[in-house]
T-cell receptor
């Protein structure tokens, strides 16, 4: 089925470890986004991408790295995980920069 | 000051009644407005988009936009228990800003 898929759905890791969250979309949307959702803060943009090899920082980029070598994939890497990065992470895509965004099912990440 | 503000609720509405959800935003130049529904433990689901002043209807949902007053609202008619969820307002603030989300209003429909 076409859509946007995230993996893994759940991840537990330790502080200092590197962890990569995967995002794959089959719509050929140009724009892709990574958000984190925390109680009291709502959804906050981490990074976004307008096309392959074009990425830019969002509101809370510190501690995260992204890449986009192919249009359909937009992985998010935590280079050295910290407890403050425990959150639910959502990937989204849209056809236009200011068009509606469609979300994946999310990854619940716990850092011990 | 929050840029997209919503009453966090909870908002309780009897089944069959109209639920009214409100959202205000800070930038008068904003162009795109969205409502998302998020069930507990699930991802946000787009339910309405609105770009022009006035009302836009889709089934039981009506989005209302007033750019002069900088608010956007969502009405849910004939509310059902399945409408119980958190509703997120999202706005592309200004002309070149990325989508900014409110913290959501938790809606409970009482059977």
């Amino acid at each position: 089925d076409a859509g946007i898929t995230q993996s893994p759905r759940y991840k537990i890791t330790e502080t200092g470890r590197q962890v990569t969250l995967m995002c794959h979309q089959t719509w050929s949307h140009s724009y892709m986004f990574w958000y984190r959702q925390d109680l009291g803060h709502g959804l906050r943009l981490i990074y976004y991408s307008a096309a392959a090899d074009i990425t830019d920082k969002g509101e809370v980029p510190d501690g995260y790295v992204v890449s986009r070598s192919k249009t359909e994939n937009f992985p998010l890497t935590l280079e050295s995980a910290t407890r403050s990065q425990t959150s639910v992470y959502f990937c989204a895509s849209s056809e236009a920069e200011r068009g509606p965004q469609h979300f994946g099912d999310g990854t619940r990440l716990s850092i011990l | 000051q929050k840029e997209v503000e919503q009453n966090s609720g909870p908002l309780s509405v009897p089944e069959g009644a109209i639920a009214s959800l409100n959202c205000t935003y800070s930038d008068r130049g904003s162009q795109s407005f969205f409502w998302y529904r998020q069930y507990s433990g699930k991802s946000p689901e787009l339910i309405m988009s609105i770009y022009s002043n006035g009302d836009k209807e889709d089934g039981r949902f009506t989005a209302q936009l007033n750019k002069a007053s900088q608010y956007v609202s969502l009405l849910i008619r004939d509310s059902q228990p399945s409408d119980s969820a958190t509703y997120l307002c999202a706005v592309n603030l200004g002309r070149n800003e990325k989508l900014t989300f409110g913290t959501g209003t938790r809606l409970t429909i009482i059977p």
